[in-house]
């Protein structure tokens, strides 16, 4: 098995390894297997070697806490100097000229990027399959999705190329690839980590956070992206407190775990809710209560999502004129050419068809006549399912559900279904709807050895007691440590 980002960065810190050894490793197994899974778009070989060099080289090494730690980076989070794409033909040659908060916040921890990851077109998605630069495949079958739309993150953590892996979340992007390939994916509480340079999908959910191997790693991650950034004006005041102290300490005859029971009552795999059902059973085992919840308008949650997160995009795609960024489509066939021909011509080849049926969706919801019916509408249901929220997580500690319906399913199986493809979402989009940290573990596997996930989600700014109480049955199991056979 490879190594964690614990035992890589005390192995670098005390001097037992060398971080261009630990890069070359990495680069090596992602050089073996992304010809078959499609994880990077963007490896980035020499610039890794001369970081790690650097690290090897660095004074103070031993007080970096991700020192040599090779991390992924999905491609939809700028890093300056090297390319990215958000999957898209639109950015297929865009570099960006700053890095984001998280990406300056790794390498000052001592973290070696080596690339950038697939993903689905600006993130709209759920399996990696609307990316412009091929689809990416799951690790422990690649005849199927990895998940999406960090999937490519998710199988580099998964398959060894890297124990770190950063995600965006918009309605499930981590939490979602994560438990379709096996590793532990957190969602951060909105605004917890900045958001600056980030490509934004909709802005009043986008969240990014850490992929990982263990709950320990997570939090580990967790402590150097956190914090309030001046750049960016929705990132939180809140105090980061470090996120391992209290790992360990939960007293699960304490935990009180609920369940929305109604929720789960239908459209579940059988084996998804055996699992879960299991790991449930695990956590009472070890003296936790669990709880009957009720959630009434969480059932809304896909329309209310698909209102809100279409509409916020319309207008973030916008900016993709063919002017200011990336691709303009060449006047091959001499039309007439004034500014509005130039857009439409430029954003019917730039862009993906999933993409172009989100902003034509969100165009639609925002229009004068159809704003207060479908917008207004869908704000107003939001702010119902954020109190049921409220009220359930005043009577628990958690609220568990599986995080996705179903596992992995195969490529190609729902792309010319759109509304299946947008209903698997619903475990995962109310946690973005109302802002709380939710976090994906893995419970099991199906009998053709497909992961299966359990997500546990928590009150806003307190992603310690879901990582603890997640921790509590990552200790308890061996799941985490099963690796996909490549
Ligand atoms: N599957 C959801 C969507 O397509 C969530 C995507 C995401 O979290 N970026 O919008």
Known sequence: MTPTVREIQGAVARGERRAVDVCHDALSRIDASNGTLNAFITVTHEHAMARAKAIDAHPHRDQLPLAGVPVAIKDNICTRGLRTTAASKMLEQFVAPYDATVVRALEAAGAVIVGKTNLDEFAMGSSTENSAFGSAKNPWDPARIPGGTSGGSAIAVAAGMVPLALGSDTGGSIRQPASMCGVVGLKPTYGRVSRYGLIAHASSLDQIGPMTRTVEDAAIALNVIAGNDPADATSAHEPVTDMTARLSSMAPDRLRIGIPRSLLEQGIDPEVARAFN???????????????????HAGAAIPVYYLVSTAEASSNLARYDGVRYGFRAANEHREQDDLQTMYSRTRARGFGSEVKRRIMLGTYVLSAGYYDAYYLKAQRVRTLIRRDYEQALQQVDVIA???????????????SDPLQMYLGDIFTVSANLTGLPAISIPCGFTADHLPIGVQLTGRLFDEATIMSAAHLYERQTSWWTRVPNL
Do not use: N
């Not at 299991?278 to 009434?296: C, F, M, R, S």
């Not at 559900?401 to 792309?415: C, I």
């Open 401 to 415: 559900m599986p995080t996705s319906p179903t596992p992995a399913f195969r490529l190609g199986e729902k792309v």
């Open 278 to 296: 299991t790991a449930l059973d695990t956590y009472q085992a070890l003296g936790a209560t669990i709880v009957d919840i009720a959630l009434p």
